[in-house]
């Protein structure tokens, strides 16, 4: 089924993440004197369905787009978005270095094979793109490195610099007056490590950073939108289980345990997939 864009708030609008080829959320984000864009996607035709979609809702003026980090899905859309885009220091300089990629189906396997390219990313990419594929990176126009606000129209939007275990160059983006906070991948694990890992340090820090924007609405990338108590419930777990892994450390099975204890029930398959990004960390 075609994803179809929909309405945040009265001036955001966002198309949904889709699975299928690990698209993430695009979303525009519209002042009264200008328009960005929060992602690049994962490819041109990613980002003519996005223009498509908004374009129904009048929204047809988009003047930058604002990268959330460096990942291929985040990213690899900015040659047909063709917009001043901005992003963190070190995303610009992930992008420069994959200038350089081939990206023919012996040139990823041999990435994943050496550690450089992870194997989800790798199929993912194989079927966004088939067989034939042109793939052209373009590194961002203008560069931050700890925070920057624009000014939209009546609408302001501070892009942060807030790191993690998922990328190092991870920024959120909040809208002051429409209290949402994009996150990105910020919360979510690392993926090119040899085991999606979560550290305790990182992930407290995160939250932390997180923890200064006041929001109502927290977007994940490939998710859902969260209301306030529904990612105080995600933000809660995250706490408990970093709490659990310093209590216990390499006792694995103690800690598993404890975390059943705290929760009062057995843990849900992402639960358990929390816990053991947690274990890795440690390793």
């Known amino acids: 089924m075609r994803k179809k864009c929909q309405q945040l708030t009265d001036r955001i609008y966002y198309l949904p993440h889709d699975p299928t080829t690990d698209r993430p959320v695009l979303a525009a984000i519209c002042g009264d004197h200008r328009t960005i864009t929060i992602d690049a996607g994962n490819s041109g035709n990613h980002v003519d369905l996005f223009f ?19 990942h291929w899905d985040h990213s690899f859309g900015m040659e047909r978005m063709n917009l001043l885009t901005i992003a963190h220091e070190q995303t610009k300089a992930y992008l420069e270095e ?36 042109q793939i052209t990176i373009v590194p961002p126009n203008i560069t931050f490195l700890d925070e920057l606000t624009i000014d939209l129209g009546n609408l302001h939007c501070t ?36 085991k999606p890992k979560y550290t305790v340090r990182h992930v407290r820090l995160l939250l932390e950073k997180i923890a200064v924007f006041d929001a109502q609405t927290y977007v994940l990338s490939h998710e859902q939108p969260l ?4 990612f105080q419930v995600y933000k809660e777990l995250l ?19 404890d975390v059943k204890n705290q929760l009062g029930r057995q843990l849900s398959p992402l639960e358990k997939e929390v816990v053991n990004c947690f274990i890795n960390g440690l390793e």
């Open 52 to 70: 498509r979609e908004i374009a129904e809702h009048g929204i047809n003026n988009c003047h930058a787009t604002v990268l959330t980090h460096w």
């Open 98 to 133: 994959m200038k350089e990629y081939d990206w023919t189906d012996e040139a990823l396997d041999y990435r994943v094979g050496i550690g450089l390219e992870n194997q989800f990313c790798s199929d993912m990419i194989k079927k966004e793109y088939g067989t034939h594929r």
């Open 159 to 194: 892009i942060k610099h807030v790191g993690g275990d998922h990328a190092n160059d991870s920024s959120v983006v909040f809208v002051k007056e429409e209290s949402v906070l994009f996150l990105g991948d910020s919360l979510y694990p690392s993926v090119y490590t040899d």
């Open 227 to 230: 209301s306030a108590d529904e």
């Open 239 to 257: 706490q408990m289980i970093c709490d659990v892994t310093d209590k216990h450390q390499h006792h694995y099975e103690t800690l598993t345990e």
